[in-house]
């Protein structure tokens, strides 16, 4: 249940609670933002798991990240609750879990929180002064988030806001040159995976235009076996291969240079996207509409539709398959995070080429975005 708020209400500590992968934590920033507006001299902290706040890390908003270990018990959590106990003012829950809303009741005497729209939420909805109801609306994530701040401001336009940039290593900033596309290789699950062999035959055509290209993936053996299987089904030898030896505020550095992203829907498109670099983001069987990337200077208004081919919204670019059961919003057509996604498998490297030429070489004729 709602409770009506005074819109004068002030707090001086407030924690923002987000439980959840490290693309929802930097599409809370919005929120966290909104927040250091309207209350400028309060302390803003952030709980969530480790591992997934390095997106925040710099932030000028932000006093302090408060990690917890994914799936450790309460006994386990025990120091962390008493050293939590009634702290803030306000919980600013961003997650509609049990455990989350449970951190939030435990920090702070006033909770503003995510809920399911079911009955066996209305535990939650008693715990809190305000509650947003998710699924109600099919709002995008960014909305969805900042409408926990509706009792104390009006909508403001959304500020994704990004790593600070750190340097480059010198060895990486010594092969870039000027117009470079940075492309996202790999994905946390398969079936928002684009082929790899349609990246190494992307990669081929950017080769032959002499278009240079930075692949990026993380540390791990599947990232970086991902990217290398693309360079080797290439046979380009230019390609300079950056996953694993950047870290998100490098990240952040690299999109700065870059004249273009391609990339699928993970947390690094994200990153992209609020960099400000033109994006062009392919997205498979997730709806858009919940977790597009959020345009730069976009109002406080959904971005995208459910279901287009294409979708231009600021700097980002959006493609999608053109099956009748796009988006269906599951795990791939098998129904699991190893499942195949037919949509991303027929959207074919041609469409994206002529998507990307399009961004790079404005005046130049190109392929045909049907095709």
């Known amino acids: 249940m ?53 997106m925040l890390r710099g932030n000028p908003d932000i006093g302090e990240l408060i990690e917890v270990p994914p799936g450790a018990g309460w006994k386990k959590s025990w120091p962390l609750i008493r050293r939590l106990w009634r702290r803030y003012d306000l919980a600013l829950i961003a997650q509609h879990t049990d455990r989350a809303h449970l951190y939030g009741w435990v920090a702070a005497r006033l909770r503003s929180g995510q809920v399911p729209e079911n009955r066996r939420s209305w535990w939650k909805r008693a715990l809190l002064r305000h509650a947003v109801e998710l699924g109600t609306s099919h709002s995008h994530v960014v909305l969805e988030k900042l409408r926990l701040l509706s009792p104390w401001i009006d909508p403001l336009p959304p500020v994704v806001q990004m790593p600070p940039a750190r340097g480059l290593p010198a060895g990486i900033a010594a092969q870039l040159k000027p117009g470079y596309t940075v492309m996202q290789v790999p994905s946390l699950v398969r079936f928002k995976q684009w082929p790899l062999r349609h990246y190494a035959s992307l990669l081929k055509e950017f080769a032959m235009r002499n278009l240079q290209v930075v692949l990026s993936g993380g540390p791990s053996d599947a990232d970086l076996a991902a990217v290398c299987e693309v360079i080797a089904l290439s046979g380009v030898d230019a390609a300079v291969n950056v996953a694993g030896q950047l870290d998100l505020n490098q990240m952040s550095a690299l999109m700065a240079g870059a004249a273009l992203y391609v990339g699928p829907d993970t947390s690094i498109t994200h990153l992209a996207a609020a960099s400000g670099v033109p994006v062009l983001a392919l997205f498979g069987p997730i709806d858009p509409c919940l977790w597009g990337p959020w345009p730069v200077m976009w109002p406080p208004t959904q971005p995208y539709e459910r279901s287009r081919p294409r979708q231009q919204r600021g700097n980002v670019t959006l493609l999608q398959g053109t099956q009748s059961c796009v988006p269906c919003n599951k795990a791939g057509c098998d129904r699991h995070a190893g499942s195949r996604s037919e949509c991303l498998e027929t959207m074919t490297p041609q469409r994206v080429l002529a998507e990307a030429l ?8 190109t392929l045909s975005r049907r095709s």
């Not at 490290?22 to 599409?27: E, H, K, Q, Y």
């Not at 302390?43 to 591992?51: E, H, K, Q, T």
């Not at 399009?358 to 004729?365: D, N, Q, S, V, W």
């Open 358 to 365: 399009a961004i790079l070489e404005p005046g130049a004729e």
């Open 2 to 54: 709602t409770r009506t708020a005074p819109a004068e209400e002030s707090f001086d500590r407030i924690i923002v609670i987000v439980t959840r992968q490290i693309g929802d934590v930097l599409l809370t920033t919005p929120l966290i933002h909104a927040a250091r507006q309207r209350w400028p001299a309060a302390r803003i902290d952030v709980l969530g798991f480790a591992g997934t706040l390095g």
